[in-house]
């Protein structure tokens, strides 16, 4: 079928809407129409390069809602007319990570994403004749995408679709880096630094999770009146106030430091908030190669650093139980949407993004 769709041709160069091709899904795949896809720093890592994600020429956008319209064979989870969010974690469910219960880290879906092709290594995506590839494995700034079944999760219909889009990574990364990878217990001391789209989540999931104190770190005062929103009990502006000795005096130190932007200075600064015991998590994507110098001497305090991937999400156990949140409202979403653009606005909305303007800008179909 032919399609309208956001073209990025190489690193650092802006989206084209053309008219491109999509083949039918394969077996074990699915055919979306794309209802809402979230602009997520992931993305913008792509464009710009900060990570090799996918080779170009691709079509990018993974935050994403749609409703199911074909179904290949031997799918049997999902039928047509299904409202499905997508998602970077789809799973073979045979290779050695599957198997041992780590699906997250499926070996088949990691190929699949390095060449920009569905789980057979081959694109569904074309233009001319020529291979355009995918980008982990969804490609929703697109009309419609092929995605592996498992790379979508049903929801109920009383979910509003562009909302429905936040969850599928903002939200399971923020709020999974809390409840998933830290396991952050009621009662406890959080700081969050970087207020975007994931950091946001990270704090509503510290005040579901029943945080007293919950302490965001921003630049800019529009992130942080909506860090206020969604549970912040203390906000700090990082461009007037030093971060560390702020924190250590609204909370003589954390039990959880979360850094959600990805930099050496604001790793360092998150570790020096750590109390004795307690847990730095890196959820910001470094850049590729990237090294980290940190104080040593806090480890003797059995401080401790931890990965964080995808919010160690369990799509099947997350989704629903996040999108029962937000139905009765203890989990915000509305809030996080600054704006909703077409796919004519995409550039001028990367544009935002990349100047850390607001907290999500999503894509919409009408
Ligand atoms: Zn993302
Ligand atoms: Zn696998």
Known sequence: MKMKAAVLDAIGSRFEIREVDLAAPKAGEILVKIAASGLCASDLNAIDGKRK??????????????????????????????????????HCGTCDYCISGRPNYCSTAGNAMGAGGLFDG????????ERLNH?????SFAEY??????????IPKEMPLDRAALISCAVLTGYGAVHNTAKVK?????????????????????????????????????????AKKVGATHIINATTNDPVAEVKSISGGVDYAFEALGREATIQQAW???????????????????????????????????????????L????????KSYLNGALFLDELISQRVDLQGLNSAFDRLRSGEGARNVLVFD
């Open 186 to 226: 009621a009662g406890s001391r959080v700081a969050v630094f970087g207020c975007g789209g994931v950091g946001l989540n990270i704090i509503q999931g510290a005040r579901l999770a029943g945080a007293t104190t919950i302490i965001a770190i921003d630049v800019t005062t529009e992130k942080l009146d909506l």
């Open 135 to 139: 980008f982990l494995t969804v490609a």
């Open 122 to 129: 081959t694109s569904r995506l074309s233009e001319n004749g």
């Open 316 to 323: 099947a156990k997350d989704v629903p139980s996040l999108v």
């Open 53 to 90: 994600l996918v080779p170009f020429p691709a079509v990018i956008g993974h935050e994403a809602s749609g409703v199911v319209v074909e179904c290949g064979t031997g799918v049997t989870r999902i039928q047509p007319g299904d409202h499905v969010i997508l998602s970077i974690v789809p």
């Open 145 to 154: 995408a092929v995605v592996p079944e498992s790379g979508a999760v049903v």
């Open 272 to 314: 020096a908030t750590v109390d004795v015991d307690g847990e730095l998590i890196l959820v910001g994507l470094l850049k590729n190669g990237a090294t980290i110098t940190l104080d040593a001497g806090p480890f003797v305090n059995e401080q401790s650093i931890k990965g964080c991937y995808f919010g160690s999400a369990n």
